[in-house]
């Protein structure tokens, strides 16, 4: 979805704004973790409620899965996320880490986690992956695919490249 509309460039209290709204379109990101020099992703639930996204996510990870290796070895991360439906995409760039900050876990632990973690909160697989955004760029038709579908029509009959939606990069 490319858009004529100027680029957006947002930092502070309006990045925060503009990722939190975002984030209430996407259950799921895939994490993308450096190997070797090379990219590596996977999908992953994301923990928390989005209005009080302050610039930091989580999710739940096996402490013996890979990935808390490779968070270990460069804690450089990437996040994309996907909505089809709502037209929205995000690219968060940042660092990561690893807890086993037990309040926290207590905290985001839902009945569906349960499926991975069967004991709880207290599972001794179970840790936290902290991921604090840097920065990261935003693809967003408000009105989802009806405002891309008129826009698409409005350019059919009037010949002109279509305005499909808000585009821009956020600093946090």
Known sequence: MESNNATQHLSGEAALTKVRDLLKKFRSAMMVTIVNGKLHSRPMGVQGKAEEFNGVLWFFSDRESGKIEEIKADAEMSLLFQSDSDC???????????????????????????????????????????????????????GGMLQVLA????????????????MGDVRL
């Open 151 to 166: 826009a698409f029509t409005k350019s059919v009959v009037t010949g002109k490249p279509a305005q499909g939606g808000e």
């Open 88 to 142: 929205a995409y995000m690219h968060l760039l940042g660092k990561a880490s690893v807890t086993d900050d037990l309040g926290k876990k207590k905290e985001l632990f839902t009945p569906l986690v349960k499926t991975w973690f069967p004991e709880g909160f207290n599972d001794p697989r179970m840790t936290l992956i902290r991921f604090e955004a840097e920065r990261g760029d935003f693809w967003d038709s408000p």
